[in-house]
């Protein structure tokens, strides 16, 4: 049977997908705005050796599989397309395939994972989260290239959920305001100090400077993010506010801080130490000071934390684990916050995830020649299939503001939020 029949025998002779293998065999609608091709025999080889999400990505990172049309669109029509599909199916299908000798002798062998694929990721669970590994972590995803992340991000640089004021809102604006919102939930006024822990390229940092006065401290692991934010920092005139620093927020000496926000790094954290995180954040603020935590989230706590054997966790973040918002607020409350807002920012990072794939695809050529083509596969399909994921509900982004109370039990809080809504 050729690799065309058992697509068509999969998802029927009309699926509005184009198909072509390396047999030469074909199936689907000619024609068609989606096309796959399967180009060599080594994609059913990852395909078998690693079923599933994991398997799919690497046949397509190492260009064993190839995909011609919007990979947003072709992920939603390929879920849509499978989802009756039974993995007896697969496995009668697969059956039948491997009488093929080419398609034998290749699936014979299993075929390293492409480089883009995190070696330590593979490491036992033990080792996660020391200093050590987290930095290595954070330097596979963020230490890139700074250039490859000003044209998926934009000019902004922000690498987090932007909150969209209105539907004709620019990604640019969406961004601007999201920092403006954290602004407001902290309250912050000129003179105030403010921690930005996991500060990305000091977006929130230069933010608060900027509009607020407001002199703000940010720390990151990743070499290359603060060496481009303090440039940036300082060619905006904003080095006597602002502080980008290339560190572990576990090193954070300073105390005393009015506000802290944590904006897209408790996901990298790891559920066993949110207790000891959300307890070194209380420890830096002063009394009536408050913390926004703003992180991709679970819907529920039913999932594991992380799947290990992911492609999420084997190519985007390396130990990254998600809770439900539940689960963080409680872990907030326990070290002392008092929770007083939290809001779920789903569909807003649909739309962000939306401008970030439009940014890729508008400058593919440059990113393939500045990253390699691997690379810019994995950023691809990972942007486009979050993108579905919180379009689905299968992830959220709650943001969820805690004080630390004064000795007399006062939060210092006005008696209704001061923000926008």
Known sequence: MTLAKVFEELVGPEAPVEFAAYDGSRAGVSGAGIRVDVRSPYAVSHLVHAPGSLGLARAYVSGHLDVDGDMYDTLATMRHLFDEVTPADKVRLLGSVVRDPLLRAAVSRRLDPPPQEAPFSRVPSWLRHSKRRDAKAISHHYDVS???????????????????????????????????????????????????????????????????GVKALGVTLSKQQAEWAQKAIADRGLSELAEVRHL?????????????????????????????????????????????????????????????????????????????????????????????????????????????????????????????????????????????????????????????LDADGEARMPLRPTWAS
């Open 146 to 212: 700074n250039t490859f992340y000003e044209w998926v991000l934009g000019p902004s640089m922000a690498y987090t959920c932007a909150c969209y004021p209105e539907d004709g809102a620019t990604l640019e604006e969406a961004q601007y305001f999201k920092h403006d919102l954290v602004a407001k939930k902290l309250g912050l006024e000129p003179g105030m100090r403010l921690l930005d822990v996991g500060c990305g390229w000091g977006g929130m940092v230069m933010h608060a400077a900027k509009e607020y």
């Open 248 to 404: 572990d927020y576990r090193d954070v000496a300073e105390t005393g801080f009015d506000a802290v926000s944590s904006i897209g790094l408790t996901e990298h954290i790891g559920k066993k130490n949110l207790p000891a995180y959300f307890s070194f954040l209380y420890g830096k603020l002063k009394p009536g000071g408050r913390m926004l935590n703003h992180t991709i989230t679970r819907p529920d706590n039913l999932a594991p934390a992380m799947k290990p054997g992911g492609f999420i966790n084997r190519y985007v973040f390396p130990d990254g684990e998600l809770e439900g918002p539940g689960y963080i607020q409680m872990q907030m409350n326990d070290a002392g916050f008092e929770i007083r807002h939290q809001e779920n920012l789903r569909e807003h990072y649909a739309r962000t995830l939306a401008g970030w794939c439009r940014n890729l695809d508008d400058h593919w050529d440059e990113a393939v020649k500045e990253v390699g083509e691997g690379t810019a596969r994995v950023w691809r399909v990972y942007m486009a299939g979050c993108r579905l994921g919180f379009e689905l509900n299968w992830i959220q982004l709650h943001q969820t503001l805690g004080v630390k």
